[in-house]
Structures are given as structure tokens and as C-alpha cells.
């Protein structure tokens, strides 16, 4: 969904950049507080597997294809702030080194690509999560719905911003209808990539699952209030 | 406090580095198998609604050594794309562990527990 250079108007270009950039800088903020010694290296990983996850385009429908965005998958594994700043990343690093999205469409694509799908993504997780019982099929099971609707979700952003500032007149119906659409099957490939990799890291490492921390049984996975000395057993940590 | 565990460190490491390796994996190799059609985004733009497609300009960088995921200079494809790949994936790693790890370093060089933000709501 990367948007190149000319799509939008030079309005809303800045008017994006300036939205991505307090996003961004928001969530430097706020991702500090949340980089422990799992996620600090954990979140660089993120990175560059996303990187390596957006070159793999698969069919979509005939002439068509999708790969994942990621921005889910990131909130879910390091958290929304630091996988919001994982993704735009990603962005910065396509743009400047592989003229891939735009330079004046970069705040439109970081807003696109990495804040509305982490947020989105998260945010659906999360209730999906609530409603489910414990356990690992229900961490995947979310982590597919979060990511899904994701998708169909950024690409009517882009339809109204492109209503905002597009730089063509076209019927904003005809486009809602086809973005939304491809992206709403595109969204079955993110939330399928998205559910295969949390399964993945719930296999070998549940641990490091931000998102799910709170959600899974065992003793490995409760998170020590402040006070609580670290030394206590694994069997006082079952009993308690 | 001080760090009085060592052992989940390393072994997140592990982790990392088997991450990594599958990353440089994909972007490396299955990379030359992906679909080469447009994206959704593309399509739309070209055989949905042709006008937006129209108004796209060229990027600035499109002359750049590894623009488009190739390799200037490199005829063969398969090589050109794994080049241009695992770079990406290294520069990506490289500076989101700058990025992060400059992050976490300005937390007054605390390394307490995990914070009690983290995570969401607790308990549900």
C-alpha cells in the first residue's frame, strides 16, 4: 500500500508528515518505558523481519498481489508504541534506500502502513483476547482478527485522505469500493502471515509476546509487580 | 535493583539471532518466488481508477543502487534481488538496534522490571 510521490497534494503530503511525525514521536516517548532487556533486541528483529515479510507479495486475485504491512504483528509482539516506530522503520529505510513509497508521501505512508494498522491491529486484538478463553489458540485466533481488519481499515484511510487531497478527481465510491475490497482479501493473507508467526513465537518463546503477556497460564509468564523479590521459586510463583 | 537475571537475556538473543537468520532467509532467497503483479494499491490506481495512477511521479531515489529491491550492476536476478535484500534486512536490523537499544539507554540506565504500563490492562 505504499503511496509514491504525485498521489496526494502538497496540503495534505505535509499535513500527513506532520501527523507521522507527532505519531512518531509520541510513541518515542512512550515505547521507552516499555523496552525491557526481552524487548529492547526483540523490537530490531521486528524490524527487519517486517522488512524481509514486505518483499514477499503473494497473489491476491488474478493481476493482483498483497504481503504483509505488519503493523499488527508489530504492536502485538513488542507492543503498539515500539511497533509503531519498528514499522515506520521500515518505511524510512524503503523510501531512502529502495524508492520504495514515496519521499513527500512518507508521513502518508507511515500514517497508512504502520500507525492506523498497529493501533487497529492491537486495539481488535486486544478485545478479541478479552472475550476469548485463555490460551494459545485464542492468542492466534485474535492475532488473526486484529490483523484482518487492519487492512481493509487502512486502505479506507486512504480513501479519505485521497478525498482530502488527492490529486485526481475520481467518483470517492468507485475507489472506497475497489480499495476496500482487494484489501479486505489482502487482510486474510496479513491476518494468516500475522496468526503464523505469533503461533511461532508462542511455541518457542510465549514470553516475549507483549501483546499476550497477561493472557497466558504457566509461571514463566507472570510479570513480577515491582516490589516482589526475583528470587522466589518457580513453585512459590505457581502457588501464588 | 540490580539485573539478577542473566539467563533470559542470552537466550532472547538466541531467539534474535534465529530471527535474524530466518529474516536474511526470506528476503535472501524465497524473496525470487514472490508474486512480481502490482499490490493492491497499484491495482486500483491502474486499472480501477486510472486518474490516480496518473498523477504518480517518479521518486527522487529511482537511479539508486538498490532501488526497486534490485542491484545496479548486477545482471543476474536472482542475485540482484538477494543482494538487495539481505542488505535491507541488515540496515533495517542495524538501525532498529540503534534506534531501540539508544531508547532503552535513556531510561537513567534502570533495569528494573518490566513496566507497569506494559502490556494492557491486567487480570481479564
Known amino acids: 500500500m505504499h503511496v509514491p510521490d504525485g498521489f496526494v497534494d502538497a496540503p495534505l503530503s505535509i499535513g500527513a508528515g506532520v501527523a507521522a511525525a507527532a505519531a512518531v514521536g509520541f510513541c518515542l516517548r512512550r515505547s521507552r518505558a516499555g523496552l525491557d532487556e526481552r524487548t529492547t533486541p526483540l523490537a530490531g528483529l521486528v524490524a527487519a ?16 498481489s498483497g504481503h504483509l504491512l505488519g503493523g499488527a504483528l508489530a504492536a502485538i509482539l513488542v507492543g503498539p508504541y515500539t511497533g509503531i516506530l519498528c514499522v515506520a ?55 488473526f482478527t486484529g490483523a484482518f481488519i487492519s487492512i481493509p481499515v487502512a486502505a479506507g484511510v486512504f480513501v479519505g485522505l485521497y478525498a482530502l487531497g488527492g490529486a485526481a478527481d475520481v467518483p470517492l465510491g468507485l475507489l472506497a469500493g475497489a480499495m476496500t475490497g482487494i484489501h479486505a482479501l489482502i ?38 509487580p515491582a516490589g516482589e523479590a526475583t528470587t522466589s521459586s518457580p513453585a512459590a510463583d505457581r502457588a501464588s | ?88 534486512v541488515a540496515i533495517t536490523l542495524a538501525a532498529g538496534a540503534l534506534l531501540f537499544f539508544a531508547l532503552r539507554g535513556r531510561r537513567s540506565g534502570s533495569s528494573g522490571p518490566p513496566d507497569s504500563t506494559s502490556g494492557g490492562t491486567r487480570g481479564s
Request: charged share 10%.
Open chain 1, 49 to 64: 523481519f517486517i522488512f524481509a515479510a514486505h518483499l514477499l507479495t503473494f497473489p491476491v486475485l488474478a493481476g493482483t
Open chain 1, 89 to 143: 522503520l521500515v518505511l524510512v529505510v524503503q523510501a531512502l534506500i529502495f524508492a520504495d513509497g514515496g519521499l513527500t508521501t512518507l508521513g502518508v505512508n507511515i500514517v497508512l502502513i504502520s500507525v492506523v494498522p498497529a493501533v487497529v491491529g492491537y486495539t481488535v486484538f486486544r478485545a478479541a483476547l478479552r472475550l476469548a478463553p485463555r490460551g494459545r489458540i485464542s492468542v492466534s485466533g485474535a492475532a
Open chain 1, 187 to 224: 487482510g486474510i493473507g496479513e491476518g494468516v502471515v500475522t496468526a503464523l508467526v505469533v503461533g511461532t513465537v508462542l511455541a518457542t518463546r510465549p514470553d516475549l509476546l507483549y501483546g499476550a503477556r497477561d493472557h497466558l497460564p504457566g509461571p514463566t509468564l507472570r510479570i513480577r
Open chain 2, 1 to 88: 535493583m540490580g539485573r539478577s537475571r542473566t539467563r533470559p537475556r542470552s537466550t532472547v538473543m538466541v531467539f534474535v539471532a534465529a530471527g535474524v537468520v530466518v529474516a536474511l532467509f526470506l528476503a535472501g532467497f524465497v524473496s525470487f518466488y514472490a508474486s512480481g503483479a502490482p499490490d493492491g494499491l497499484m491495482w486500483v490506481s491502474t486499472e480501477q481508477a486510472p486518474a490516480v495512477g496518473a498523477q504518480e511521479q517518479e521518486h527522487a531515489f529511482s537511479e539508486s543502487t538498490f532501488a526497486g529491491y534490485g542491484t545496479e550492476g548486477v545482471a543476474n536476478d536472482r542475485l540482484s534481488g538477494a543482494i538487495a535484500g539481505v542488505v535491507g
